[in-house]
């Protein structure tokens, strides 16, 4: 079974620039979840989608990111434009539901400069 | 809201000895609880779970304690190995599908 996949693994770009960052959760698992680690501090909680619903974007920190899931398949998650403090590592997870457990992809790293 | 905290940000050990990482939460109604496992470049990874209506859950060489009554959660890892080096967190979940994680550790394995 594939896992969950993230792309670009790395990205630096300039403040004011956009960049939109890719997940492919695994297949057959309705919830996909975005969260971010900004450096040495914790990961924290961005939004969950239920299928292409948004079912929780409290954690969004404000209206430049926008997370799209058409079809209830990928997901991509968009900055623009990009600031500094958006430096950090974006972690994508999917799961059938909690009580089964997440499976986090192996991030993107976003370095705006 | 919820809140987790660590209480180291590095835990050196050497190699053969136990590993205890701690972690306090600050929400009473949370009720199911995960250590994950970071390695560098490297997304988190499961490591061990336990629910509310548990104090201690074992897998291979990891334990994990919860004490609801001060709020508190330690992973204890036996005969630490080079390969255990990662970063580890503690999350949290009140119910609900969002984790709240904690800041995290960084276990050094000296050989």
């Known amino acids: 079974e594939a896992g969950v996949t993230q792309f670009p693994s790395h990205s630096v770009i300039e403040k004011g620039q956009t960049v939109t960052l890719r997940c492919d959760p695994i297949s057959g698992h309705d919830n996909l979840y975005w969260y971010r680690r900004v450096m040495g501090k914790e990961i924290k909680f961005l939004l969950h989608f239920v299928k292409e619903s948004k079912q929780d974007e409290s954690g969004m920190p404000n209206n430049r990111f926008l997370a799209e899931r058409t079809g209830g398949t990928y997901s991509t998650l968009k900055v623009q434009p990009a600031e500094l403090e958006d430096s950090g590592v974006y972690f994508c997870?999917?799961?059938?539901?909690?009580?089964?457990?997440?499976?986090f992809g192996s991030g993107t790293r976003l370095t705006v400069v | 809201g919820e809140s987790v905290g660590l209480h180291l940000p590095t835990l050196s050990v050497q190699e053969g000895d136990n590993s205890i990482i701690n972690c306090a939460y600050s929400?009473?109604?949370?009720?199911?609880f995960i250590w994950y496992k970071q390695e560098s470049g490297k997304g988190p990874q499961f490591i061990i779970d336990?629910?509310?209506?548990?104090d201690k859950r074992q897998g291979q060489r990891v334990t994990v304690l919860l004490n609801k009554t001060v709020k508190h959660l330690s992973l204890q890892i036996a005969a630490t190995q080079p390969g255990d080096s990662a970063v580890y967190f503690c999350a949290v979940t009140g119910g609900g599908n969002k984790l709240t994680f904690g800041t995290g550790t960084q276990l050094k394995v000296e050989l």
């Open positions: 929400n009473s109604a949370s009720d199911y």
């Open positions: 997870a999917s799961s059938q539901g909690l009580q089964y457990g997440y499976t």
């Open positions: 336990i629910r509310s209506n548990m």
